[in-house]
């Protein structure tokens, strides 16, 4: 079964009157060839296509990562497995990572538990 999304527009969703309903629409921070980053506040969701690479690098933030869907290879440090979702990990401040998306993957990325 092949799964499809629709993706409606905020400017042609309607809502009665009086409704407590209030949408606002995702700032993206990123859009490349590897896919997208979106800005959900103290997180980020991330959209990676197959084979492309993300981090490979570090920095001061500490991270927890949620990989939500698909399989990466993860090198923390210099440890490197192969990850499938779901699953949540942390990358410690100052410490090498590099995630390499072997399928489509979605991940979280939270900078405000540090």
């Known amino acids: 079964m092949v799964e499809?999304?629709?993706?409606?527009?905020?400017?042609r969703v309607q809502f009665p009157l009086g409704t407590q309903m209030k949408l606002e629409e995702i700032k993206i921070i990123k859009s490349d060839e590897r896919g997208?980053?979106?800005?959900?506040?103290?997180?980020?969701?991330?959209?990676?296509?197959?084979?492309s690479i993300s981090?490979?690098?570090?920095?001061?933030?500490?991270?927890?990562?949620?990989?939500?869907a698909g399989e990466i290879e993860l090198?923390?440090?210099d440890e490197t497995q192969i990850v499938k979702a779901p699953v949540k990990f942390?990358?410690?401040?100052?410490?090498?990572h590099k995630l390499i998306a072997?399928?489509?993957?979605e991940i979280v990325i939270d900078r405000g538990n540090t």
């Open 36 to 51: 997208v980053i979106y800005d959900c506040g103290k997180a980020n969701f991330i959209f990676r296509k197959k084979g």
């Open 75 to 77: 090198t923390i440090g």
């Open 55 to 68: 981090a490979n690098h570090q920095h001061d933030d500490h991270e927890i990562i949620y990989l939500v």
């Open 90 to 96: 942390e990358i410690p401040s100052n410490t090498y």
């Open 4 to 11: 499809q999304r629709v993706v409606v527009p905020l400017a």
């Open 102 to 105: 072997l399928t489509d993957i």
